[in-house]
């Protein structure tokens, strides 16, 4: 990748050079880049609030999203910090303090999702509108289903919400889940497919409203120019950006 690639926030790109492969994970460092760069864009454009990571495991993404942050904002981090073999809350905490997240920055949730209400994940959430949420946590399509529906209930009208590992040969029907919940909200749609690293850093799909669409699009082509998929994506009636690591419309 070219030094170009960038978010264009030191801190985040700071910890993508140096830290982001130190810390254990799965999302890939294209993923987070083009994340890091969204939510420069979101700042640039006024669209605040504080965002959410359903899954952290050890921190590797959520470092990443937290050190994007505005003045006044957050980062929530839900998981069941119960992974055999791994003390994941101390693994993440040690993570955030190595790497520059103050912990007045972030809050971690001991939580089941599948248990919560969109109330109760408001109130876990500082109660306000979440202008990004990934989605990471258990990948059955009925917890998907589930987190899909709580990030729905809390997200700023400009918001977006980043779903992982879409097309990962591991949960290969997972994606029915998020086909199902586009058809249950025509008022959302699928902006932008990052595609896959590798088979553990896999896709992510980037969904907003329709009607926000405008804000992301060509701004993310513009940036990200050598990593456009030009044929783009057809996605349910709408041609969504595709970013990759390797462009290239033949084998
Ligand atoms: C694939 S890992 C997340 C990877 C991480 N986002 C990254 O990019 O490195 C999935 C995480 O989801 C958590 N998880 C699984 N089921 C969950 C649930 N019902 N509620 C909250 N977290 C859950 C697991 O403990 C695990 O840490």
Known sequence: MTASFNTGIPAVDRYLAKGYDDVRGMSSRFSATITGHLLRRQSELGIG????????????????????????????????FEWPGSPLLQRLQANTDAHGLARDRFTPRSFDTGKLTAAEFSALTGGAPLRFIHVDGDHSPEALTQDLSLAHANLHPQGLICVDDMLHPAFPFLVVAVHDYLKRHPEMCLMCVIDREDIVGAPKFILCRTDAVKLYEADLMQRFTAQHFTMGGDAMGHLCVVLTPHPRLMA
């Not at 965002?51 to 999203?65: D, L, N």
């Open 49 to 80: 609030g504080s965002v959410a990571e359903i899954g952290t495991f050890e921190g590797r993404y959520f470092i990443a999203m937290g050190l994007a942050l505005a003045e006044g904002e957050h980062a929530y981090g839900f998981d069941l």
